[in-house]
């Protein structure tokens, strides 16, 4: 069964300093991998996508994920992180057979000034 | 870009009644919705997929005489939540997608529902 393991329930940074969160997937073939971007009270907006091609992909709001099939991941980053970036970020795979998107349990980010 | 409203954003009832929550499909014609509930501080749960014109699907331990799922349109699904008691009290989450499966999906806004 499909499965998404953010390792991270929360992170701290400091603003201006770079961001990783991590993300790892479980699935037989190659996954369509998301993130999620949710602030507090608020429903889900997509920062980017993976299907297929070049593993690097640019999303919204300067954030960029990396797929690594060898090491089943798909990290997103950030080279500066600023206060408005706080939130909680969730990873998901989509079942391509039968449309469900497995969310991972989140990561909080924190940005102290 | 795609989006999907979700109303009503907050309510507040007593227990017995029955709340509906409804989730529109603004720009986009969405051929699959899905309900989320989502516990403070945890992940997304999923309820429910539902296909216009069909009965919805339910998750394994999700009562379906509890969530009731209408979806008579591609741009509109509804939960309502019969009978609602306290522990129904949560947020919910409708997302909406196009026809092929590897699009994103489109969430609304949630609707916190609080049940005294």
């Known amino acids: 069964a499909q499965s998404v393991t953010q390792p991270d329930i929360h992170i701290t940074v400091s603003e201006g300093a770079s961001l990783e969160l991590r993300c790892n997937y479980s699935?037989?073939?190659?996954?369509?991998l998301f993130w999620y971007v949710q602030s507090p009270g608020q429903g889900l907006q997509l920062l980017l996508k993976?299907?297929?091609?070049?593993?690097l992909v640019q999303g919204i709001k300067g954030f960029e994920a990396e797929f690594k099939r060898s090491q089943s991941s798909f990290n997103l980053r950030k080279p500066s992180v600023h206060w408005s970036d706080a939130a909680e970020y969730f990873c998901?795979?989509?079942?391509?057979?039968?449309?469900?998107?497995?969310f991972g349990a989140g990561t909080r980010l924190f940005v102290k000034a | 870009g795609a989006v999907v409203s979700q109303h009503p954003s907050r309510v507040i009832c007593k227990s017995g009644t029955s709340v509906k929550i409804e989730c529109r499909s603004l720009?986009?014609?969405?051929?699959?919705m899905f309900w989320y509930r989502q516990f403070p501080k945890k992940s997304l749960m999923l309820m429910a997929t539902?296909?216009?014109?069909?009965?919805?699907?339910?998750e394994q331990g999700v009562e379906k005489d509890k969530f009731l799922i209408n979806h008579a349109s591609l741009t509109l699904s509804t939960l309502t939540v019969t009978s609602a008691h306290p522990e129904d009290s949560s947020f919910y989450i409708c997302?909406?997608?196009?026809?092929?499966?590897?699009?994103?999906?489109?969430f609304g806004d949630g609707t916190r529902l609080s049940i005294l």
């Open positions: 997302s909406a997608t196009q026809t092929n499966s590897n699009q994103p999906q489109h």
């Open positions: 699935y037989g073939a190659t996954p369509y």
């Open positions: 993976y299907f297929s091609g070049d593993t």
């Open positions: 998901a795979v989509v079942d391509t057979g039968g449309f469900k998107t497995i």
């Open positions: 720009d986009f014609q969405a051929t699959t």
């Open positions: 539902s296909n216009e014109g069909s009965k919805a699907t339910y």
